[in-house]
């Protein structure tokens, strides 16, 4: 792939998900950063908005291994991580053999991540950040790329255990997925309450085209201004205190920066720009930031806050 | 190893805009300098002192609008095309790899595109000349016909003496030291006098002086004739007692003897 069809790659990524997908352009987008970036992404709202098959549609687009992960209070780690089996040979000698679990992929959908136990949530939250899964003795390294986009609903509170705030930093965005609007809506209806057609997504991104175009990504320039506007914006989050209590970590710098530098590449452009930092501000801090009681007070959520901030 | 052909260019368009920021500055500070003299000639002040405020002016000017114009968000905000790519490519020429290089390939076209008319006020420039001249007129016809709206130095000296007793009611130790000084004053400027057989230096300032060059007449020679009275004659006093009345001449005579005889 050359640099000048990277726009193109996109945009056939972009238009192959609208067949699917009605609307949804910024969530769309904010999730090919985040594969861009190689890191993971939660998506979260309310039920029926379309997540998991936003995920579904991206990992038909890619040629890549995909496995899903349908989280329940009653999985174990094993589940997920896989198992020693007892495998009989020929012989009839018995051993021990490791049968890998989904997350030996390269793709992985958790959805409903908090309906997992929190035991749970840690073994794929472990393998998420070292890339790596241990089981017994022994440690498998995950194939590159490694990429999780998890699914989690705001509202249902009965039978959840909410991703701790330490959990959720391993998240480089929460993407949040509203609902649409009226036209589009009647577009969905259109599409999916009248006679099923069968929508045949080609596969736009090899394996190693989404290493080179991720290589890419960390190679965009930034300009130093634009980068200090960055750090201190998230800096910011730890100095107003009077409706934040805990800011964001350095970790969100970081992923500001990443995640502004695969905004450019998507958007077909070789630099940073200080609206993809503004871009990006909102998916990578909203998890990262602790309201303190005056905010709530206020009835302010953290996007409001952070809109706050970007003033 | 060869200069990086962004490194050259980048370095270019640096030495150009601190050439016209240069230029902007000293035609800013000329007007400085002009104003102020303009003022200063009306005021009956030394035309340095303008020279003094347009230095202090020229230099804080110029050392900020270099600061800031060196800075290639100057130069971005001038030409949007290279918005954000030009700071970006500054920042990042050190660095080698496909998009860096693709980057500074699309700065480098774009780049041509600069014209000196992106940083150079044409309109500013015109208007900034008009003032000179204009100025420059008035500076001129101030000084060729003594036109002086007032006179500082006079004017200093007046405020000076609004804070000065005056009355005869002043009896303090200062007012009767006053008296004194002023008593003094009537033999004249003692610095006059202690000038003895020094040379005066004395330079007439043609705009400072009240002299009007264009009405002044060579020295016109005097004939002095002696005026002395032919003949000097000694002649003797009206006496005092003669011009009193007859019927009191014996009573003053007496009043005086008596006074005598007092004494």
């Not at chain 1, 590449?265 to 993809?276: A, P, W």
Request: a negative charge; one cysteine or more.
């Amino acid at each position: 792939m050359r640099l000048e069809d990277t726009k193109k790659t996109f945009d056939h990524i972009l238009h192959e998900m609208g067949k699917v997908i009605v609307g949804m352009d910024e969530v769309l987008k904010q999730m090919i950063v985040a594969l861009l970036t190689n890191s993971h992404a939660v998506l979260e709202g309310y039920p029926g908005l379309a997540k998991t098959l936003s995920i579904k549609t991206m990992a038909q687009l890619l040629s890549l291994k995909f496995s899903r992960i349908q989280n329940t209070p009653d999985l174990m780690p094993s589940d997920i991580t896989g198992t020693y089996i007892i495998e009989e040979t020929t012989g009839g000698k018995r051993t021990f053999k490791f049968q890998p679990g989904p997350v030996f992929a390269n793709v992985i959908l958790a959805d409903e991540i908090n309906r997992a136990t929190p035991k749970t949530q840690s073994a794929l939250l472990e393998a998420m950040q070292e890339k790596q899964v241990t089981v017994g003795n022994s440690t498998f390294k995950l194939e590159e790329p490694f990429f999780v986009l998890a699914t989690q609903n705001p509202i249902e509170q009965e039978g959840t255990y909410p991703l701790p705030e330490a959990q959720s930093d391993r998240f480089l965005f929460k993407i949040r997925t509203e609902y649409p609007k009226f036209d589009e809506e009647v577009e969905i209806v259109n599409r999916y309450a009248e006679e099923e057609k069968r929508v045949v997504l080609k596969p736009a991104l090899s394996k190693d085209e989404l290493i080179y175009l991720q290589n890419l990504t960390r190679q965009v320039p930034i300009a130093a201004d634009i980068k200090k506007y960055a750090v201190s914006l998230v800096t910011s989050t730890r100095q107003k205190k009077d409706l934040i209590e805990y800011g964001a970590s350095p970790r969100a710098s970081i992923g500001i920066v990443l995640a502004a530098k695969g905004r450019a590449l998507l958007e077909g452009r070789k630099y940073v720009s200080k609206q993809d930092i503004n871009l990006m501000a909102m998916p990578v801090m909203r998890h990262r930031i602790i309201l303190s009681f005056e905010a709530e007070r206020q009835n302010l959520h953290e996007d409001d806050v952070i809109k706050q901030l970007l003033k | 190893m060869p200069t990086k052909p962004i490194i050259a260019a980048l370095r270019e368009v640096r030495n150009a805009i601190t050439q016209i920021t240069l230029f902007t500055s000293l035609m800013d500070t000329l007007i400085v300098f002009l104003l102020c003299t303009l003022v200063l000639i009306l005021v009956s002040l030394p035309w340095w002192y303008g020279a003094i405020v347009a230095v202090l002016y020229g230099a804080l000017h110029t050392i900020r609008s270099v600061k800031r114009n060196r800075n290639l968000a100057y130069v971005e905000e001038k030409v949007p095309e290279l918005q954000e790519q030009l700071t970006t490519v500054a920042d990042n020429v050190d660095k080698e790899n496909a998009i860096v290089e693709s980057l500074q390939q699309d700065v480098l076209k774009g780049m041509r595109a600069i014209r000196t008319s992106y940083f150079l006020s044409f309109g500013r420039l015109t208007r900034e000349l008009i003032t000179l001249a204009i100025v420059s007129i008035l500076i001129i016809t101030a000084a060729a016909h003594h036109i002086q709206f007032l006179d500082f130095n006079d004017l200093l000296r007046d405020l000076g003496k609004l804070g000065e007793p005056t009355g005869p009611y002043e009896l303090s130790g200062e007012g009767l030291e006053f008296i004194e000084n002023i008593s003094e004053d009537i033999y004249g400027n003692k610095s006059i006098a202690d000038l003895g057989n020094d040379e005066i230096q004395l330079q007439l300032t043609p705009m400072l002086s009240d002299i009007d060059i264009g009405t002044t007449r060579p020295p016109e020679s005097r004939e002095f004739t002696s005026s002395l009275p032919e003949e000097i004659k000694a002649t003797t006093d009206v006496s005092f007692q003669e011009s009193i009345p007859k019927g009191y001449q014996r009573i003053v005579k007496s009043y005086f003897r008596e006074i005598a005889k007092t004494s």
